[in-house]
């Protein structure tokens, strides 16, 4: 398995590398030497960093999964995950319907998490204002592997560098159980009741991502609804994510996410959630890709064009040590 890791690993840096240059409007012709790009390192590096990451599935009373999304351990019984995996009912409070299960990487089994107040509230105090909220363990018995923050660059205050080649984890649905109807396939959406046997590395999907910018870059657009936590913390990424809200929830699943204001339906329909965890070369982590560029006309409504935003794990480590989660 992780010979074949290595492989994809090294196939998706090279194959994001060409496709980079031809972001935009303008074909460019760049030649890339990758004999210094450290593929090698980063590959290596992954399966470290997969054994921290938990496969999270947001499941109804009935047993259905209605969202899958990338959770990262931070102590031995519990997770953080990107603020739209917990689902909100009307009134913007955490809709109490629903239940939270995982699954480690490599692994066959499901285990029991537990959403808990007391750590998660939409406050900068708690989170909120970084994108992501805690989910506990319930079984004493399940221990996790806590991952290992990046820290501060040489000379640097910052734990990312202009440039760096860094490796995300996100969601990658089985296509044995997606939905299919009349009208053709819908992706991400899952039909009926997933097999604990499948191997938790059939929903995983490795992308390379680049650093493009230290800091939040989106051009003319305005981002309303994006706490301002999250701008100040965010640096600009180049690589090709999967869609969240699109990629992953359950088809005709009318629940919200908390970013009310970051979907197609309230005038930023140049931006889609993502829930890719980033690392760096040594298997460190260095935040949560939470949101994307996309090209929303009709004609190439599901295009990836590259830019997606980053909250650095920093700001969410300091959160989560004053709240007593880390030490």
Same mark, same amino acid.
């Given at each position: ?25 303008? $074909? ?49 019984? $519990? ?65 996790? $592997? ?165 909250? $650095? ?15």
């Amino acid at each position: 398995m992780k010979n074949k890791l290595k492989w994809i690993v090294s196939l998706a840096v090279f194959i994001t590398l060409a496709l980079l240059a031809l972001t935009g409007c303008v $074909r460019t012709h760049t030649q890339y030497e990758l004999g210094n790009i450290g593929i090698i390192t980063i590959s290596d590096a992954v399966e470290n960093a997969l054994s921290s990451c938990v496969v999270v599935e947001v499941t109804g009373y009935s047993g259905t999964v209605y969202y899958y999304s990338m959770g990262v351990a931070v102590s031995n019984n $519990r997770i953080i995950v990107p603020r739209q995996t917990i689902p909100t009912n009307s009134l913007g409070g955490v809709a109490t319907q629903y239940s939270y299960k995982g699954r480690f990487y490599n692994k066959e089994g499901i285990f029991d998490l537990e959403y808990e107040r007391v750590y998660n509230t939409f406050t900068e105090e708690k989170g909120g204002d970084y994108g992501f909220n805690v989910l506990r363990v319930k079984d004493s018995t399940v221990n996790l $592997r806590p991952v290992n923050f990046a820290t501060n660059k040489d000379n640097s205050k910052d734990i990312v560098s202009l440039g760096e080649l860094l490796f995300g984890v996100q969601i990658n649905l089985p296509e044995d159980g997606r939905y299919s109807g009349e009208d053709g396939i819908y992706d991400g959406a899952w039909y009926g009741v997933p097999s604990e046997k499948i191997p938790t590395y059939e929903f995983i999907d490795i992308k390379s991502v680049s650093v493009a910018s230290k800091s939040m870059q989106i051009g003319g657009h305005s981002m309303s609804g994006l706490p301002v936590g999250m701008d100040k913390a965010t640096f600009t990424t180049q690589g090709y994510l999967n869609k969240s809200d699109y990629d992953t929830y359950m088809r005709n699943w009318n629940q919200s996410h908390g970013f009310n204001k970051i979907t197609d339906n309230t005038g930023n329909d140049n931006y889609s959630l993502t829930n890719c965890v980033l690392f760096n070369n040594k298997g460190e982590f260095v935040g949560i890709n939470y949101l994307r560029r996309v090209d929303s006309t009709e004609n190439n409504n599901n295009a990836v064009i590259g830019i997606g935003y980053t909250c $650095r794990s920093s700001n969410m480590k300091f959160v989560l040590e004053k709240l007593g989660v880390i030490k």
